[in-house]
C-alpha cells in the first residue's frame, strides 16, 4: 500500500513561502514533462479564506514570480491550475478537519500530504488528520523542517506523528537529499572503481565540507533567530553530506541499505570539544559589491544567535580514524557555494625532490552548486626541456556535471521530491533514527557552549567567517579550499 502512487496531493501551508517559491512551480514542472498524473488532485490548505479561484490565482501569479521564463507556458500553465483546488483550515482547531475530509471526499486512491507548518501546529494538525480519518493506511505525510529545535521536541513531534503515520508511511524532507549532485556522491564513490579503495583513513587526510551563503536574514526574523546556524544548517544538510560521504558501501541502492549507512555514520561522530568549534555572527560589511547592515541591525536588536559555524568533526570509527571532518556554514560570507573536498594523502617519497619536483597531494573537488562539478587536481609536468629542474604542477582534471549532461533536464530538489512522496519512495527520506542521531550530536555541542560561556564571534559580512574558523583549520596545518 505505501508505495502505490497517490491520487490525491494535500499541501498544507498552500500561501506560504515555501510553497510559492518551490512547492507550485516544482509540481508545475512535473505536470508538464507528464510526471505526475493529470489527474492528480493536488488541494492546497492554509488559514487564508480563499476559495478555489482566488488559490488558483495566487498560485498563478507565484508561478509567474518563480517560474524561469523557458518553463513558463500559458497552456500548461491552465490546465496545471485546473489540477489544484483549495480549503480553508485553521489547524489549531480539530473541528475544521472534518469539513477537510469531507472536501476530500474518497481518497481510497491514495494521499500524500505535504506538512510543512509552525511546530506548535504539528500536534493538532496530526490530530486532527486522525480524527478526520485522513490517517488511513492509504496516507503517508511528508514532515518539513524545523521538526523540533533540539532532540527533546524532535522525539515529542516524532512520537505524535507516529501515533497516526508508521514510519514507513513518514518522509522526513532534507531538501540537500534531493539535489542532484548529492545524489551523484553515491555514483561517484560506488559506480567507480578508483575512489573506494582509497576512500579512508589510509588514503584520505582530511575532509572538508563548506555551504555558505551570501544572504542575510531575508525576513525570518523570529524563526532564524530562535534556531541559528548550527541548528537550521549543520543539523541537517550538512551532517546528511557528512553521513553520504563517509558511509561504507550499501549492499544495495535502497531505502533500508542506504539509511542502515548512513546512521550508523551519524551515531559513529565524536562529541565536539570547545576548541574545536566555532561560532560567528555577520558584522556589516560588503557584499558583492554591496554594503550590507550587521545582523542585530538586520534583527532590530543585539543577539547572540550565530549565523556561522565551523566545526572539527570526527568519525569514529576503523574507516575515519584520525581523518578530521572540518564543517562550516554561514550567512552573509564571500560566496554561495556548496561543496566537499577530499584531501587526500601525499605520495609516500617524492622521486622528483632531487630534480627541484615539489608535490601537491590530490584534492577532490565535488561542487554541489552553483555550479556542479567533480575536480580532481593531479600532478602534471610542466612541458619544457627541464634544464633548470623540473616543474610540477597540479592540473584539474574535470567534470563538469552541466556540460556533460547537458540535454538532462534540470530539476530542482522538491521535483524530486515531491514525485518520491506521490510515488511511496522513501530513499532520499530521513528516518527517525537519523534525526535522533543527528540532534543527540548538535545538542552536545549546544551544550558545550552554554557550559563554556561561548558566544559568536563577529565576522565582516562578505568575508570566510571569524579568524578563528581559520585558525581551526591552519593549526593542523590545514587551508580552507576558499
Ligand atoms: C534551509 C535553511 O534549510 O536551507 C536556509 O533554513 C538556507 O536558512 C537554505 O538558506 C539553503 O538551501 P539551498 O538549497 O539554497 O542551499
Known amino acids: 500500500m505505501a508505495n502505490a502512487q497517490s491520487r490525491t496531493l494535500l499541501l498544507f501551508g498552500a500561501t506560504g513561502d515555501l510553497s510559492k517559491r518551490m512547492l507550485l512551480p516544482s509540481l508545475y514542472a512535473l505536470h508538464c514533462d507528464g510526471l505526475i498524473a493529470a489527474d492528480l488532485r493536488i488541494m492546497g490548505t492554509a488559514r487564508s479564506e480563499l476559495d478555489d479561484e482566488a488559490f488558483r490565482a495566487m498560485a498563478g501569479e507565484a508561478l509567474a514570480h518563480f517560474l524561469p521564463e523557458a518553463r513558463k507556458d500559458d497552456e500548461k500553465i491552465a490546465s496545471f491550475l485546473k489540477q489544484l483546488s ?167 541502492f535502497d531505502a533500508t541499505s542506504i539509511r542502515d549507512e548512513k546512521v550508523k555514520v551519524l551515531r559513529s561522530l565524536r562529541p565536539v570539544s570547545p576548541n574545536e568549534v566555532v561560532r560567528g555572527q555577520y558584522g556589516a560589511g560588503a557584499v558583492g559589491g554591496n554594503s550590507v547592515s550587521s545582523y542585530a541591525d538586520d534583527l532590530g536588536k543585539p543577539s547572540d544567535t550565530e549565523t556561522f559555524v565551523a566545526i572539527k568533526a570526527h568519525v569514529d570509527n576503523w574507516r575515519w580514524q584520525g581523518v578530521p571532518f572540518y564543517l562550516r556554514t554561514g550567512k552573509r560570507l564571500a560566496e554561495r557555494r556548496s561543496e566537499i573536498v577530499i584531501q587526500f594523502k601525499q605520495v609516500p617519497h617524492n622521486i622528483f625532490a632531487q630534480r627541484g619536483g615539489r608535490l601537491s597531494a590530490n584534492r577532490l573537488v565535488i561542487r554541489l552548486q552553483p555550479e556542479e562539478y567533480v575536480r580532481l587536481l593531479v600532478m602534471a609536468k610542466e612541458p619544457g626541456l627541464d634544464r633548470g629542474g623540473l616543474i610540477l604542477r597540479e592540473v584539474p582534471l574535470d567534470l563538469s556535471l552541466t556540460a556533460a549532461f547537458s540535454k538532462a533536464q534540470r530539476r530542482i530538489a522538491y521535483e524530486r521530491l515531491l514525485l518520491d512522496l506521490v510515488d511511496g519512495e522513501p530513499t532520499l527520506f530521513v528516518r527517525r533514527d537519523e534525526v535522533e542521531a543527528q540532534w543527540r550530536w548538535i545538542d552536545a555541542i549546544r551544550k558545550t557552549w552554554a557550559d563554556h560561556a561561548i558566544e559568536p564571534k563577529s565576522y565582516g559580512s562578505g568575508s570566510w567567517g571569524p579568524s578563528a574558523a581559520i585558525a581551526l583549520t591552519e593549526r593542523d596545518g590545514v587551508s580552507w579550499n576558499d
Open 86 to 252: 483549495y480549503q480553508p483550515l485553521d489547524a489549531s482547531k480539530i473541528e475544521g478537519f472534518a469539513a477537510l475530509a469531507e472536501r476530500l471526499g474518497d481518497i481510497s486512491g491514495g494521499m500524500s500530504i505535504f506538512l510543512s507548518t509552525a511546530p506548535f501546529l504539528f500536534t493538532p494538525t496530526i490530530q486532527g488528520l486522525k480524527s478526520a480519518g485522513l490517517a488511513g493506511e492509504m496516507v503517508r505525510i511528508g514532515l518539513e523542517k524545523p521538526l523540533g529545535n533540539d532532540l527533546a521536541s524532535s522525539c515529542a513531534i516524532n512520537d505524535a506523528v507516529a501515533h497516526a503515520f508508521p514510519e514507513d508511511r513518514t518522509f522526513r524532507i532534507d531538501h540537500y537529499l534531493g539535489k542532484e549532485t548529492v545524489q551523484n556522491l553515491m555514483a561517484l564513490r560506488f559506480a567507480n572503481m578508483m575512489f573506494e579503495p582509497l576512500w579512508n583513513a589510509n588514503g584520505i587526510e582530511h575532509i572538508q565540507i563548506t555551504v555558505s551563503e551570501t544572504v542575510g536574514l531575508e525576513g525570518r526574523h523570529g524563526f532564524y533567530d530562535d534556531t541559528g546556524a548550527l541548528r537550521d544548517m549543520v543539523q541537517n544538510h550538512i551532517l546528511q553530506l557528512v553521513a553520504l560521504t563517509a558511509m561504507e558501501p550499501p549492499a544495495e
